[in-house]
Nanobody, 126 residues
Framework: VQLQASGGGLVQAGDSLRLSCAAS????????MAWFRQAPGRAREFVAA????????SYADSVKGRFTISRDNAKNTVHLQMISLKPEDTAVYYC????????????????????WGQGTHVTVSS
């Protein structure tokens, strides 16, 4: 499985941005998909995830209510809609895929994901 993230850019605080992650592979609909991010000098952190079959989502508290993860299984794509962006959202955003049937408590764990995209940069200016 190959993942290609896109949609990053430079925006101002309060703006919106939509990230996309295109995946190869025939079993995309069954994969749990997630977004993680890593800011300069900081550890990678979980942002949002969606189970295979769109059976549930999970969000980091810092983005809840502002970010929405969705998937289009017909296009093998997962999206992250981000609104009300803040300077602290500045990071490289990575999409990830898991072949496992993750339960909700596992969605936040990076070690549960088998495949990672190359990352897309999001910079939010104040």
């Amino acid at each position: 499985v190959q993942l290609q993230a896109s949609g990053g850019g430079l925006v101002q605080a309060g703006d919106s941005l939509r990230l996309s992650c295109a995946a190869s592979g025939r079993s995309f609909s069954s994969y749990a998909m997630a977004w993680f991010r890593q800011a300069p000098g900081r550890a990678r952190e979980f942002v949002a995830a969606i189970k295979g079959g769109s059976l549930g989502t999970s969000y980091a508290d810092s983005v809840k209510g502002r970010f929405t993860i969705s998937r289009d299984n017909a296009k093998n794509t997962v999206h992250l809609q981000m609104i009300s962006l803040k300077p602290e959202d500045t990071a490289v955003y990575y999409c990830a895929a898991s072949r496992l049937g993750l339960i909700t408590s596992q969605l936040r764990r990076g070690d549960r994901y088998d495949y990672w995209g190359q990352g897309t940069h999001v910079t939010v200016s104040s």
